[in-house]
């Protein structure tokens, strides 16, 4: 099993499943059958509105004996309506009871954008704080103090630029333990990733495989599938293996933490079974060659009318 090393030299281990758009009724047996056939790594956040499923498939999965709790990896995140500091423990206690355990393994920021307390998904600029109104700094001093608590071993950081890593790091100085970012060929973000590397951040690459299951509202007009990508289907063929595990394998020879999502029993064997593929320098060289910085979670949900946010503070 791939690991990489944190900054004090804790193992991640370095590919997880991931559970975004995973239907609650689908994601306990998904979290089950991973466990079972090797997983040791389970990414999840309070926003995905299915804590509850992923918890039962791990309490299944410990209680079958098929991994013990120190053994497996869990994550889980802050969302943004519970920035305030005050609101930080509570929202990681409401996570732990959600997922049935005494601790996760690491707890992060997941976007560095904040909505007023009690909006989930805001509609109008009322509904925004803007990062002026409740610094990132603050979140994350209220951050840094839960490994103290015991109830997370590791905090980190989602959708961080450097810049805010940089930011967030001075001001508390404690860096975050892992910083979980949208990667991919078409979006390789090698500055960051090198970035993260020198300051001994892990890189967590989210929707690896291009996110082709999120909704229709989230895709552009004639968005290509990264999957279906004529470079990614030869290495595949050569290989005689599929497109999926290049991706993943692409990634894990970068040095990313990788957690493609799936809820399909075959999927999920077959992404875990493409850490067993080795590719090529030459073929390395050709996904590298794909980079278009193309976001397929472009962040512009944040940044409707009236929204203090604009693509550039977002990203920028
Ligand atoms: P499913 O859950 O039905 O397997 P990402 O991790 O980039 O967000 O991608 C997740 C999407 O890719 C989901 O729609 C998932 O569907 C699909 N997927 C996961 N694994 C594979 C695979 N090995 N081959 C093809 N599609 C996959």
């Known amino acids: 099993m791939h690991t990489l090393e944190l900054h004090d030299g804790t193992l991640l281990p370095a590919f997880g499943l991931g559970t975004w758009l995973s239907e609650p009724e689908a994601v306990y047996g998904a979290v089950r059958h991973a466990i079972e056939v090797g997983y040791r790594h389970i990414d999840a956040a309070w926003i995905y509105l299915n804590e509850e499923e ?4 791990i309490a299944e999965g410990l209680a079958a004996g098929d991994v013990a709790r120190e053994d497996l990896w869990v994550t889980t995140k802050l969302w943004n309506d519970m920035h305030a500091p005050a609101d930080v423990e509570k929202a990681l206690e409401t996570s732990l009871k959600l997922l049935g355990l005494d601790y996760v393994d690491l707890y992060l920021v997941h976007w560095p954008v904040a909505h007023r307390r009690g909006v989930t998904r805001p509609k109008t600029g009322a509904d925004m704080l803007a990062l002026g109104d409740i610094p990132l700094e603050k979140t994350w001093e209220a951050m840094a103090k839960l490994p103290a608590t015991d109830k997370t071993r590791f905090v980190g950081v989602s959708n961080f630029s450097l810049g805010k890593v940089d930011l967030v790091t001075k001001s508390v100085g404690v860096a975050p333990a892992v910083n979980q970012v949208e990667l991919h060929p078409y979006l ?13 951040v892990v890189a967590t690459a989210y929707s690896p495989l291009g996110s082709s299951g999120r909704p229709d509202t989230l895709k552009r007009e004639n968005e290509e599938r990264l999957l279906d990508d004529a470079v990614v289907c030869r290495i595949a063929e050569a290989h005689d293996a599929q497109p999926a595990q290049v991706l993943i394998a692409w990634a894990l020879a970068r040095g990313t933490s990788v957690i493609p ?50 693509l550039d503070v977002l990203w920028g």
Do not use: M
Request: hydrophobic share 35%.
């Open 261 to 310: 999502k799936s809820t399909n029993f075959g999927r999920i064997e077959q992404n875990l079974a493409a850490t067993k593929l080795s590719l090529t320098a030459e073929d390395i060289a050709a996904l590298d060659g794909l980079d278009r910085a193309e976001r397929y979670v472009s962040g512009r949900f944040w940044c409707f009318e009236g929204s203090p946010y604009s």
């Open 54 to 57: 992923v918890g039962r498939g």
């Open 188 to 200: 390789a973000q090698r500055e960051l990733v090198a970035g993260l590397r020198e300051r001994n």
